[in-house]
């Protein structure tokens, strides 16, 4: 592996084990229509939510007005969760994405996602009643019982959560980054601000000779300069012109066509 590759997955598995345990309890047992938002007033006692929101929100927030979805490309645990399942043996070697109208028409449900998780915030978040109140105490964050009795109290909403998630698992075997290219909501809102960050990916394109090896080889499969791009930073070390850096936007991306 070259050095950003190398670097690149340090910080993702440095990430994933500092949130492992937060993301679990938000998947099978957070009580409230959207994990992760309302941590400082959930009623559960065994949850490191409390400690780890502020950080993390305010990390992915800074993240974004610096350097757009860098966050996605170098930190997000399901990004690395992909990354490896992308390449299992035996399947596809690239992940490549369909291709035609049928891909450019999905990438658009994200932004769709996006505005459900807005609306489910302000309906089943932002409540002085929740839907349900509990306090799940349990000797340890992976015990069982605990998510059974989540489960059973969190109707449908475990249940929705749990098959998203398969879904993502599953789709990520056959598309690169699946869930990032189709469902996540962070990264819609994310990709907003790849048009307005500070630092970003560069395309020189006087010196590139469009060779195709980007987007063929990115893992997104798309090019620098778009809303789609997560600044991974692998088409800088991998260009064999060195047409693609990083620094200092020279203009505004373009809208996701590849």
Same mark, same amino acid.
């Given at each position: 592996?070259?050095? $950003? ?71 997000? &645990? ?9 390449? @299992? ?31 489910? $915030?302000?309906?089943? /978040?932002?409540?002085?009643?929740? &839907?349900? !109140? ?8 992976? /015990?069982? !019982? ?23 698992? $599953? ?64 088409? @800088? ?6 047409? $693609? ?11 996701? /066509?590849?």
């Amino acid at each position: 592996m070259q050095p $950003i590759t190398i670097w690149r997955r340090i910080t993702q598995v440095a990430f994933l084990g500092l949130t492992g345990t937060w993301l679990t309890f938000g998947w099978l047992r957070c009580p409230y229509g959207v994990p992760f938002v309302s941590c400082q007033s959930c009623p559960s006692t065994d949850c490191p939510g409390r400690y780890l929101q502020p950080w993390v929100v305010g990390f992915i927030a800074l993240s974004a007005v610096f350097s757009g979805r860098v966050f996605c490309g170098w930190a997000c &645990p399901m990004g690395l969760v992909q990354d490896a399942l992308c390449r @299992v043996p035996k399947l596809p070697a690239t992940c490549r994405p369909p291709f035609g109208r049928v891909d450019r028409y999905l990438k658009y449900l994200k932004y769709l996602a996006l505005v459900v998780v807005v609306l489910l $915030i302000f309906t089943h /978040n932002l409540q002085w009643a929740r &839907p349900y !109140e509990y306090v799940t105490r349990s000797p340890s964050l992976w /015990n069982l !019982e605990a998510v059974k009795v989540a489960w059973d109290l969190g109707g449908g909403a475990y249940k929705i959560r749990f098959g998203i998630l398969a879904i993502a698992i $599953i789709g990520a075997l056959f598309v690169t980054r699946f869930f990032c290219r189709y469902m996540c909501p962070l990264g819609a809102l994310l990709g907003i601000f790849n048009m307005i960050s500070f630092f970003g990916l560069r395309h020189a394109k006087d010196h590139c000779d469009h060779c195709g090896k980007y987007p063929r080889e990115c893992i997104t499969y798309t090019v620098p300069e778009t809303t789609e791009c997560v600044m991974c930073g692998e088409c @800088v070390q991998g260009c064999p012109t060195k047409a $693609i850096s990083y620094g200092l936007r020279s203009r505004k991306p373009t809208a996701p /066509n590849h």
